[in-house]
C-alpha cells in the first residue's frame, strides 16, 4: 500500500506493508486525514526516527477483522480515538483518562504506531467510534480535533453570562468558539490573518483582527476583559498576553501545544489572581460528545475544510502552514498529481 513516510526532515510517499488485522484489531481503509500542530512538531523537530507515518485525526472504513473482533463488519464507517489509553492507571481510573502516560506514548500516528497518511491503518476495535449513515466519512476526520477544543471548553467554563475571547482562530479556536457558543458564552475571537476571520464570521462569531487595540475594545465590551481567554495561537508571546487581557480573577485555558519557551510575568498572574489551566487532549467521553455534536449539526465544523490533497501533497501542506487555508484533508484515494 501506499503511505506518506517522514525521513531526514521531508515527506515522501512511498510503498510499505499492508498491515495485517492482528487479534482484537480491525484494518481501516483511510477516508481522510487532518493535521494538527502536533504534526508539525514532529516535523521540524524530527523527534520520531525515520520512516514514521504521522496523522492521528483520521476516519474511514472497517476492510479486514481481525480474530475476536464483534460488532463491526467491512464496510463500517468510523472515527478513530488514537490515544490508546490504557485503562488501568490512577488517571484512567479518576476519568481524567487524556492525562494516560500510557495513552500519550501510544497515540497513533504520534510514534504509538502508524497513523492515517496512509492508504490503511491497523487500529484497535476499541478505538472505534461508530459514524452515522448519511455523514460524509471524510468529515469523521474533524472529531478528533473536535475532542481537543470540546475539553477545552469545558476546563473554561463556558456558558451563560461567561465571556469567552480566543486567541488564535485556526480549526482548535475555531471549533472552541462554536462549542462555547453553543453552551451559551458570549465568544469574541482574534487572529493576525484575514481568512480566519472571515471564516469566524462566517460562522455567527464576533472576530477582530489581532492587535493592541482589539485587547482594549473587549475590555471596554466586558467591562474589563473576559471572564476566560483560551489560548490557541501557539505563539509563545500570547500566553502572557492572555493573562492581561483577561478580567480579575479570571481564567486563561491554555490548548495550544508551546513547543518553544515563553516568557511570563508571575506577579502579573498574582496580582490580577489568573487561573493558568492547561487542556491537553481529551477524555473518551468528550471524544464521543464532539462526534455527537459533528454528527447531528449542532456545529458546522465541515465548514472548516477549505481543501484536500492527495497523499503526494502532504510535503508542500506542511511547507505552507503559515498559508491562507484552515483545515486541509489529506484524502489517500486522492490521485498523486504532484507534490
Known amino acids: 500500500m501506499r503511505a506518506v513516510t517522514l525521513t531526514g526532515g521531508r515527506f515522501s510517499v512511498a510503498t510499505v506493508p499492508d498491515p495485517d488485522p492482528t487479534p482484537g484489531a480491525v484494518v481501516v481503509r483511510v477516508a481522510a486525514c487532518g493535521i494538527c500542530g502536533t504534526d508539525h512538531m514532529y516535523f521540524r523537530s524530527r523527534l520520531l526516527p525515520d520512516g514514521a507515518t504521522l496523522g492521528h485525526e483520521f476516519a474511514g472504513t472497517v476492510e479486514e477483522i481481525g480474530a475476536g473482533v464483534s460488532g463491526w463488519q467491512p464496510g463500517d464507517a468510523a472515527a478513530v480515538v488514537p490515544i490508546l489509553y490504557c485503562g488501568t492507571c490512577e488517571w484512567c481510573a479518576s476519568g481524567r483518562e487524556n492525562l494516560c502516560p500510557a495513552g500519550t506514548r501510544r497515540t497513533i500516528g504520534c510514534g504509538g504506531g502508524a497513523g492515517g497518511m496512509a492508504e490503511r491503518v491497523l487500529v484497535p476495535a476499541s478505538a472505534l467510534r461508530r459514524l452515522p449513515a448519511g455523514l460524509d466519512v471524510g468529515l469523521g476526520a474533524l472529531v478528533e480535533p473536535t475532542a481537543v477544543a470540546y475539553h477545552a471548553v469545558g476546563l473554561a467554563g463556558a456558558g451563560p453570562g461567561i465571556r469567552v475571547a480566543i486567541l488564535g482562530l485556526g480549526p482548535i ?50 467591562a474589563g476583559g473576559p471572564d476566560v481567554v483560551i489560548e490557541a495561537s501557539g505563539r509563545a508571546e500570547s500566553i502572557e498576553r492572555a493573562a492581561a487581557l483577561a478580567r480579575v480573577g479570571g481564567r486563561v485555558v491554555m490548548v495550544s501545544a508551546h513547543h518553544t519557551p515563553a516568557q511570563i510575568h508571575p506577579i502579573r498572574w498574582l496580582a490580577r489572581s489568573i487561573a493558568l489551566l492547561p487542556s ?52 489517500p484515494s486522492l490521485p498523486d498529481l504532484g507534490s
Do not use: N
Open 173 to 222: 479556536g475555531l471549533l472552541a468558539g462554536m462549542l462555547a457558543r453553543q453552551q451559551g458564552a458570549a465568544v469574541v475571537g482574534l487572529d493576525v490573518r484575514a481568512p480566519r476571520l472571515a471564516c469566524a464570521r462566517r460562522l455567527g462569531l464576533e472576530a477582530f483582527l489581532s492587535d493592541a487595540a482589539a485587547d482594549e475594545q473587549i475590555r471596554d465590551r466586558t
Open 280 to 331: 491537553l487532549a481529551y477524555t473518551p467521553r468528550d471524544f464521543d460528545a464532539a462526534l455527537a455534536l459533528i454528527a447531528d449539526r449542532t456545529i458546522d465544523a465541515p465548514q472548516l475544510v477549505t481543501g484536500r490533497t492527495s497523499l503526494a501533497g502532504v510535503q508542500r501542506l506542511f511547507e505552507d502552514a503559515d498559508g491562507d487555508a484552515i483545515k486541509v484533508l489529506i484524502d
